[in-house]
């Protein structure tokens, strides 16, 4: 089982293409967005009510193969206080036991996975795969190099705080987010 984390602040077509990319790998793919990312400088701009549903949103955008494969877990957003993998790794592991679980990282959560509670812990529940783009520095774990697609959700909120509406969000995003005026849209 395939586990992308992440802020989602909001999912785009990159977190897609990955999905994509890595579908054929596993068996489930689980998206977790994050509750509250200790680690991120400043909070999300959504709620994590509204990046756990921009996520579900984002999966009707997929095919309806990949649609049977992923799936979108509350276990991090249903969470108060900080949200830590090590303990998302815990609970998915009482639940499902016999599974084998592989986090998917960018490289960007790769370079600072030495500051997550209890890493070395995190690394004997889960094998870590990287996406890697090129260019980027190795990680000390496994890597895929997929074509990776030059997207950030920065640039998508600067795009909508400027009165742009970016085209690296799927069609279900970018209504859910209009619909709610989030990022600034109009």
Excluded at 134 to 148: N, T, Y
Aim: net charge negative; glycine share 6%; proline share 6%.
């Amino acid at each position: 089982v395939g586990i992308l984390g992440g802020t989602f602040d909001p999912p785009h077509l990159g977190h897609l293409h990955v999905i994509e990319a890595l579908a054929n790998k596993f068996d489930q793919i689980m998206v977790i967005p994050t509750g509250d990312p200790y680690l991120r400088p400043a909070n999300p701009i959504a709620s994590p009510g509204e990046r756990l549903e921009m996520c579900s949103k984002a999966l009707e955008d997929l095919s309806d193969e990949l649609q049977g494969k992923v799936v979108v877990l509350d276990i991090e957003t249903s969470r108060k206080g900080a949200t830590y993998t090590f303990d998302t790794l815990q609970s998915l592991r009482a639940f499902f036991p016999k599974d084998d679980f592989t986090l998917i990282l960018g490289s960007d959560a790769a370079a600072t996975f030495h500051k997550w509670k209890r890493s070395e812990d995190v690394k004997k529940q889960a094998d870590v795969l990287v996406v890697r783009r090129p260019g980027d520095i190795k990680s000390e774990f496994k890597e895929i190099e997929i074509s990776a697609l030059d997207v950030s959700a920065t640039q998508i909120r600067e795009d909508f705080a400027k009165g742009k509406t970016p085209d690296t969000i799927s069609p279900s995003v970018l209504n859910y987010i209009k619909d709610r005026g989030l990022y600034g849209s109009r």
